[in-house]
């Protein structure tokens, strides 16, 4: 993790931690880059980047910035407009662009914003551009054997262009619903759009495949975004659900890269339990390759054993769907993803993807003949309690002695019948604290001794 580029994606609240100049920034030396690396290919035509961006007022300001910085070093910048994660890094992938942009900050609040960088295949940028960007940014940068205070503007007929390109979202779209191989006629279904990027994307995808649709939080103005509405404030679903008698529920977060359901009984379903029913299907059907799903450290004790008892093997690695993914592509894995709804199908799609993962939900349930609940029932999950101490050090909070010390006495405390993880976030001035065991009481209790251990060591900001 960079000094400005997270796990996901350059963070901060808009022209605060990101500015304007550094989209500026960030789009000169990307075009001035890629078509440098083209030259070097023998390539004379002018590099590709394709941008999309979330409902955040502060996301068309990022966009213009971006445009601007592209274009005048000699990129072309072909604008999706409003869209989804998931949409840009199809678009970059079949349509050969050098670089795909997505303008979001996820699931934060609207006051917020991101960038996120694609690769020309549609996946997470490697650490080795995303450093040389960081040097520039800062200063100087050393890249094709010089060392580079600022890079050349084009000139004339060199000056990049500017393209619409709506058509890219409508041919996602299209793809999506093409995915669908069963009808959804006669199942009610509930969305919850998080005034966020599925809000003119999603309705139409489970309209064209018969479902009859409720919405919730699909009217943007910029502020809303987030705003108890979507993944990470589940409960307006849960009452749209309940009050509607639906068969299922979906909510998406800003940029609609994940997804949480509501089964028909109002129950959430997350990460971990969607990865369990869509695991149990591939397998039935041949269809899981190397009979493993990737997860993260944050899955819960309660997947491995439903898995453990289906007989599929797991692999962990560290919180961000850019890990689950790197970790798939190298081992040849079908299924992977997080808690938090980060679901990848590699088949599909190189990052998450909220409404392709509804979609799947939705093709599990109609196959199987069955409710959600009852795909879920297996899955027993543990109690579990999570807990953000916002500090102004992550790295000195998390190695203190004392901090240590408490860590390690709660995990002899738990034994086999617990687990605690301690870790700094990759998007925010945060250590999550996060314990499952066997009881509510105990998993506070735990929490608790750690969190007091950090706020006596002085590192809480409040």
Not at 229 to 236: D, L, P, Q, W
């Amino acid at each position: 993790m960079g000094k400005y580029f997270g796990t996901d994606g350059f963070r901060g609240e808009a022209n605060i931690g990101l500015t304007a100049e550094n989209a500026f920034k960030v789009g000169k030396f990307l075009g001035w880059y890629l078509g440098e690396k083209r030259r070097r290919e023998g390539l004379n035509d002018p590099p590709r980047v394709v941008i999309g961006k979330d409902t955040r007022r502060s996301s068309y300001m990022f966009e213009f910035s971006l445009i601007a910085g592209l274009t005048a070093s000699g990129a072309d910048a072909y604008m999706l407009h409003v869209t989804t994660t998931p949409s840009v890094s199809y678009i970059t992938r079949v349509d050969d662009f050098d670089c795909g942009i997505m303008i979001s900050a996820s699931h934060n609040p609207y006051f917020y914003n991101g960038i996120k960088l694609l690769n020309g295949r549609g996946e997470k940028m490697d650490d080795d551009t995303l450093d040389l960007i960081e040097d520039f940014l800062d200063g100087e940068v050393k890249v094709f054997g010089q060392t580079l205070k600022e890079v050349p503007y084009a000139f004339k007929s060199d000056i990049g262009k500017t393209v619409d390109y709506a058509s890219g979202r409508n041919r996602y779209i299209a793809y999506l619903i093409s995915l669908g191989i069963y009808s959804f006629r006669g199942m009610r279904v509930g969305l919850d759009c998080a005034n966020g990027s599925a809000w003119n994307i999603a309705k139409c995808v489970f309209e064209a495949l018969g479902a009859k649709v409720y919405v919730i939080n699909a009217s943007p103005d910029g502020l809303n975004i987030n705003d108890n509405a979507g993944s990470t404030h589940i409960e307006g679903l849960q009452k749209l659900v309940l009050d509607e008698k639906l068969d299922v529920g979906f909510a998406y977060d800003g940029d609609a890269d994940r997804c949480l359901a509501v089964d028909d009984k109002g129950q959430v379903v997350d990460g971990d339990k969607i990865l369990y029913i869509y695991a149990r299907y591939m397998k039935a059907r041949g269809k899981l390759v190397t009979n493993k799903i990737v997860t993260t450290v944050m899955s819960n004790i309660g997947l491995y054993k439903a898995l453990d008892e289906l007989g599929i093997e797991y692999a962990r690695t560290d919180v961000g769907d850019r890990f689950v993914y790197e970790y798939m592509a190298k081992n040849g894995n079908r299924l992977g993803g997080e808690q938090s709804g980060h679901i990848i199908f590699s088949k599909y799609s190189s990052t998450g993807d909220g409404i392709l993962t509804s979609l799947k939900i939705m093709e599990v349930i109609l196959a199987a003949k069955q409710k959600l609940s009852e795909l879920c029932a297996p899955v027993k999950i543990y109690p579990q309690l999570l807990l953000n101490i916002k500090v102004g050090d992550k790295d000195a909070a998390l190695n203190d002695a004392e901090v240590v010390k408490a860590v390690k006495e709660v995990e002899n405390k738990l034994g086999d019948c617990g687990r605690i993880l301690v870790r700094g976030s990759g998007t925010e001035p945060l250590v999550r604290i996060m314990v499952e065991a066997e009881s509510d009481d105990l998993c506070a209790a735990c929490v608790e001794k750690v969190a007091n251990a950090i706020r006596s060591r002085g590192y809480e900001e409040r």
